[in-house]
């Protein structure tokens, strides 16, 4: 199902872009909090021997660029100075990233390129944080009694690709055994995240449309009873936008955080689809039917500040401080004790799990349907033909 759009690195990008990234300067006015992991993070990267793939150091340029200099600030390079115009893009996709988050994502990414960082983890190192094949889209990084997933594509504002559904089946599993006491999940770049990747479904011959709903339909079953049975405290910090399943799938988190530029849209009826993630019984639920019906039916785009209104958002929190305000409060929360925190989740869920598989088993059938459906296809057609953008 991957799709036939995804753009492909010429040859000559590939060798201009020479690993490791040692050309960068580096601005000293940006090393303060985190000044020895950046630099412990940029002699990792000097160590590696195998080159990590341009998709891998086009997000640590950009990394490097937000971290030093800030938002990005040189004009657009011309679209056949498209090695530099990669670049840029990029560093600008970072959007108004705080130096303070890219400095330290810029370090989670060398550490899940590393192996031999793993052992800086506070915790147990997940088998999650073992390095999977393609799996920089998804970063995973144990530390200080916290599991964070990170969504990990901020140049196609962290939409969901086929394999990164497993690879976050795969996370979740590896979290709920490793020794961390919860697990977050928020996005790198100025997105959440835009949601399933419409590109999923476009690449596929004709006599194969059925089999690969049904495998859609199978795959996001297990994606989303790995949330339903998952044990520990799941929080999600709302770094920007979230689009389609990752707002859905909120009702079945226990704290969600966000920014105050965050919004959430669930846009199934223009997308000819239908809810999914057990939204169709949380949000009712959490927010009663009236308000429910207006986001899941029609497809109303919330700010931050209505969906906490509506129950949906834990807290709202300023752009400005964000990052340090919730990181500082979860940091926190991992130090309870981890049983206790788990055995408290099981007691508020557990009433629910057999109705929440039973939803999910009907949304990922009727889903099935919908996939196949004329409405369906044209709304993803119009997609990638750039007709239609929410
Ligand atoms: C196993 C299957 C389970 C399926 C479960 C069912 C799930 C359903 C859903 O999640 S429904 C929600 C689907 N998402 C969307 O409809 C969002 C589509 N995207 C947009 O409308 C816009 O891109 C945007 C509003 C999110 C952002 O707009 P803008 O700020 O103008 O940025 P760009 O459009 O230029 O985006 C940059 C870059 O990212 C690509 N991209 C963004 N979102 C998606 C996406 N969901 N799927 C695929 N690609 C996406 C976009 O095409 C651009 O790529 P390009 O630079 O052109 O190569």
């Not at 795969?170 to 020794?179: E, G, I, R, V």
């Not at 999940?185 to 990747?197: A, I, Q």
């Not at 009433?351 to 929440?356: D, F, S, T, V, Y």
């Amino acid at each position: 199902m991957a799709g036939r759009l995804t753009r492909r690195w010429s040859p000559s990008l590939l060798q201009v872009l020479r690993f490791p990234v040692v050309q960068l300067h580096m601005s000293r006015t940006a090393m303060r909090a985190s000044e020895k992991d950046f630099e412990n993070a940029r002699n990792q990267l000097k160590l590696l021997t195998k080159d990590p793939g341009n998709e891998v150091k086009l997000k640590l340029y950009a990394l490097y660029k937000q971290a030093t200099e800030g938002p990005c600030n040189t004009p657009k390079p011309s679209m056949l100075d498209f090695i530099n115009k990669a670049k840029w893009d990029a560093w600008n996709a970072l959007g108004s990233l705080p130096k303070e988050t890219a400095r330290q994502n810029y370090v989670d990414l060398v550490s899940s390129l590393s192996p031999s960082s793993e052992s800086s983890s506070q915790v147990k190192p997940a088998a999650a944080n073992e390095k999977q094949p393609g799996s920089e889209n998804i970063i995973v990084t144990s530390q200080d009694g916290i599991t964070k997933i990170m969504f990990n594509r901020p140049t196609k504002k962290n939409a969901i690709t086929t394999s990164m559904y497993k690879e976050i089946i795969h996370a979740l599993k590896a979290a709920s055994t490793d020794n961390s006491a919860i697990t977050v999940f928020t996005g790198n770049g100025d997105y959440y995240s835009s949601g399933n990747d419409l590109t999923n479904f476009t690449d596929v011959p004709p006599n194969s449309i059925e089999e690969t709903a049904k495998n859609a339909s199978i795959l996001l079953r297990e994606f989303v009873d790995a949330f339903i049975d998952f044990p520990k405290p799941l929080v999600a910090v709302i770094n920007g936008p979230a689009v389609g399943i990752v707002v859905t799938l909120l009702g079945l988190f226990d704290v969600v955080y966000a920014s105050d530029k965050a919004t959430f849209h669930t846009p199934f009826s223009e997308l000819g689809q239908s809810p999914e993630g057990c939204a169709s019984y949380t949000f009712p639920k959490i927010m009663g039917p009236a308000k429910a019906a207006e986001m899941l039916i029609f497809g109303k785009k919330l700010t931050a500040g209505e969906a906490c209104a509506r129950g949906l958002v834990t807290e709202v929190f300023p752009e400005s401080t964000f990052q340090k305000e919730v990181w500082t409060r979860l940091k926190a929360y991992a130090k309870l004790p981890t049983n206790s925190l788990r055995i408290s989740k099981e007691l508020i869920r557990s009433n629910e799990k057999e109705k929440l598989h039973a939803v999910n088993a009907e949304e990922s059938t009727v889903l099935q349907g919908r996939w196949l459906s004329e409405e369906c296809m044209n709304a993803l057609m119009n997609f990638v033909s750039r007709k239609s953008k929410l």
